[in-house]
């Protein structure tokens, strides 16, 4: 299976809100969101909207996507922590870089789609590839039935290519997206490792923490054969709060 690098303007757009973000001290009392005056919703800070990376107005498409943004800034202590704010992450990032790259960040989900995780059984033991094919194969069907994009599975780690067509059919429908569903899709896909998976949960067809315990149905394996370290656990921990955030960023733009 070939390694597919993180999509540059999600990294990029992370980078810069931590090193914006991370030295600055709360200085509001009261947040709400409000409608702005050239469409959509706010978030405010004591009656003002704060700004992304890029200087420009923290504005969402809908009440819900500004309240779950709200949220984490009502939530914070003294000092803004960046790592306990993803969904106003997320904001930054359609408002500041996805515009400017869509094309390139369609490309790469697609590519995902070529080298999707449903679609690498592995090739013993038994017990594994029954779970796979178990977990897997419905949503390869869903992926075929619901979006078009018929992929085809292969035993092992040799790359298997999949069809112009069934990629073609991932760009065209992340290009449909707006920008703020673009950008929760595209974390999505390198997270799971599965465009089929990100679509199911940006669809709604699959919760987000129901597609990350799908994503790693190997390392899950393993775990139940070796045990997992403390450390390890906190770091599937954290992916997983990410998965089950970009659930609830999808259904707030709806």
Not at 64 to 75: I, K, Q, S, T
Not at 95 to 107: L, P, T
Not at 173 to 194: C, E, K, M, N, Y
């Amino acid at each position: 299976m070939s390694h597919i690098p993180p999509l540059d303007p999600i990294v990029a757009a992370r980078k810069g809100f931590r090193e914006v973000q991370e030295t600055v001290r709360r200085f509001w009392t009261h947040v709400t969101v409000g409608p702005h005056s050239d469409g959509g919703w706010a978030v405010l800070l004591d009656g003002r909207t704060p700004k992304t990376p890029a200087k420009a107005p923290l504005v969402l498409p809908t009440e819900a996507a500004a309240r779950l943004v709200a949220d984490e800034w009502g939530a914070q202590g003294e000092v803004v922590e960046p790592s306990t704010m993803p969904a106003t992450r997320l904001a930054s990032t359609a408002i500041d870089r996805i515009g400017q790259a869509r094309e390139a960040v369609a490309d790469e989900i697609a590519a995902y789609a070529g080298s999707d995780v449903v679609c690498y059984l592995a090739e013993h033991p038994t017990p594994l590839v029954e779970r796979q094919q178990h977990a897997w194969g419905p949503w390869r069907d869903w992926a075929a039935r619901e979006m078009g994009v018929i992929l085809t599975p292969v035993a092992g780690i040799v790359h298997q290519p999949q069809s112009p067509e069934a990629i073609a059919r991932v760009k065209a429908h992340a290009l449909s997206l707006d920008d703020f569903r673009l950008t929760g899709l595209a974390t999505a896909v390198p997270l799971f490792g599965s465009a089929v998976l990100a679509l199911a949960v940006e669809q709604g067809a699959l919760e987000g923490g129901a597609a990350f315990d799908l994503s790693r149905i190997d390392e899950l394996f393993q775990e139940e054969q070796w045990g997992v370290d403390a450390e390890a656990a906190e770091r599937t921990a954290a992916r997983r709060a990410e998965a089950e955030l970009l659930q609830r960023w999808f259904s707030a733009l709806s």
